[in-house]
Nanobody
Framework: QAHIVESGGGLVQPGGSLRLSCVAS????????VTWYRQAPGKEREVVAV????????NYADFAKGRFTISRDDAKNTVYLQMNSLKPEDTAVYLC?????WGQGTQVTVSS
């Protein structure tokens, strides 16, 4: 059974940084795009960033542009999300997905 595990979340002060990791079992990321989402309490899930197969292209939500960077290492079956200049409104559960697989998410809390 393929599965995905996210990690790297935590409590960080405004302006701080975190790097999230999304590790897949086996090679389910190979040859597929992978997406980071987030869901804040009381809000709908939204796309944060997408990386194409082999990492040849990336796309970001407007709120993520210039602050977040998505990358992948297929040899490690891992996709990363580097988040800089974090704001309180970035507080959410961050989830990784490669259709139809989802992880459980990792909590990011930005607060002073």
């Amino acid at each position: 059974q393929a599965h995905i595990v996210e990690s790297g979340g935590g409590l960080v002060q405004p302006g701080g940084s975190l790097r999230l990791s999304c590790v897949a079992s086996g090679s389910i990321f190979n040859n597929y795009a992978v997406t980071w989402y987030r869901q804040a309490p009381g809000k709908e899930r939204e796309v944060v960033a997408v990386i194409s197969q082999r990492g040849s292209s990336t796309n970001y939500a407007d709120f993520a542009k210039g602050r977040f960077t998505i990358s992948r290492d297929d040899a490690k079956n891992t996709v990363y999300l580097q988040m800089n200049s974090l704001k309180p409104e970035d507080t959410a559960v961050y989830l990784c997905s490669r259709t139809p697989y989802w992880g459980q998410g990792t909590q990011v809390t930005v607060s002073s």
